[in-house]
C-alpha cells in the first residue's frame, strides 16, 4: 500500500503522454464529481424543487437543513462528502506522491461550487473539503472539526466556523503533513483549498462585519413538505 501510494499507478518514469493523461484525470473527473450537486439533485427529485430558490440561495447541507429538514440536510451531506472521497483517493493513487489528490480535491470542489450540470450555481464546499481532508489527512480535519464544533456552539455562525477552519487548514496541515513531507504542488493546491472557500463565503464574511448574518437554528425558511 505503502509503495502504490508514493509511486501511483502513472508513475513519473512512464511516458509523458499517459502522465499527461493522469494529471487530466485528476482534473476533469474530480470536476465532474463535484457537479454532481447532491443539494440541487435531491431538492429536484424529491420534492420537486430548487434548494437554491430558497432561504441563501445555496445548494449546501445547511439550507438543505433549512428548507427541507434533517433528512435531506444528512443525504445531502452523505452524498457531497462520498464524491469528495472518491475524487481525492483518486488522485491519491493514480499519481505518485500525494499532490496531486490535493489537486483533485481542489477540482472537485470547484465542481461543487460551479457545477457544470446545474448552471454553474452551487454551494460553498465545506463538506466536499472536510470530506477531502479526512482522506488527505484525518488528524488535521478532526483538529478543524472540533474547532468548528467550538465556533458554532459558542457564536451560532455555520459560516464563521467554516471560515476560520478554511483559514487553519493549510496551517495545520503544513505542520503535521501526512504521507509524504510537504511539496510545492500539495502546498500551493492545500492553500487554494482553503482560500477557495473563505472566497465563497465573502457575502457571509460581509454580513458577520455588519451584524446580519443569520445564526444556525434560526431565521429559518419555512421547511416544504
Not at 464574511?205 to 416544504?224: A, D, M
Request: aromatic letters at 12%.
Amino acid at each position: 500500500m505503502a509503495i502504490l501510494l508514493q509511486n501511483g499507478i502513472i508513475r513519473v518514469d512512464h511516458h509523458i503522454a499517459l502522465y499527461i493523461l493522469g494529471i487530466a484525470i485528476c482534473v476533469i473527473v474530480p470536476y465532474l464529481l463535484g457537479s454532481l450537486n447532491f443539494g440541487v439533485m435531491i431538492s429536484n427529485k424529491k420534492y420537486g424543487d430548487d434548494v437554491r430558490t430558497h432561504g441563501s440561495g445555496n445548494a449546501g447541507a445547511t439550507n438543505m437543513l433549512r428548507t427541507y429538514g434533517k433528512k435531506a440536510a444528512a443525504l445531502t451531506v452523505l452524498g457531497d462528502a462520498l464524491k469528495a472521497v472518491v475524487a481525492t483517493l483518486l488522485g491519491l493513487f493514480l499519481m505518485p506522491g500525494d499532490g496531486f489528490a490535493y489537486v483533485a480535491a481542489f477540482f472537485c470542489m470547484l465542481g461543487h461550487a460551479f457545477p457544470i450540470f446545474f448552471k454553474f450555481k452551487g454551494g460553498k464546499g465545506v463538506v466536499v473539503a472536510a470530506a477531502a481532508m479526512l482522506v488527505l489527512n484525518p488528524i488535521v480535519c478532526i483538529i478543524c472539526l472540533l474547532i468548528f464544533i467550538v465556533i458554532v456552539a459558542f457564536t451560532g455562525y455555520v459560516s464563521l466556523g467554516s471560515i476560520i477552519a478554511a483559514f487553519l487548514f493549510p496551517l495545520l496541515n503544513y505542520k503535521w503533513y501526512i504521507y509524504f513531507a510537504p511539496l510545492a504542488l500539495k502546498t500551493i493546491f492545500c492553500i487554494l483549498m482553503g482560500l477557495f472557500i473563505i472566497f465563497l463565503h465573502r457575502k457571509n464574511i460581509v454580513r458577520l462585519f455588519n451584524g446580519t448574518e443569520n445564526k444556525f437554528g434560526k431565521n429559518k425558511t419555512e421547511k416544504l413538505k
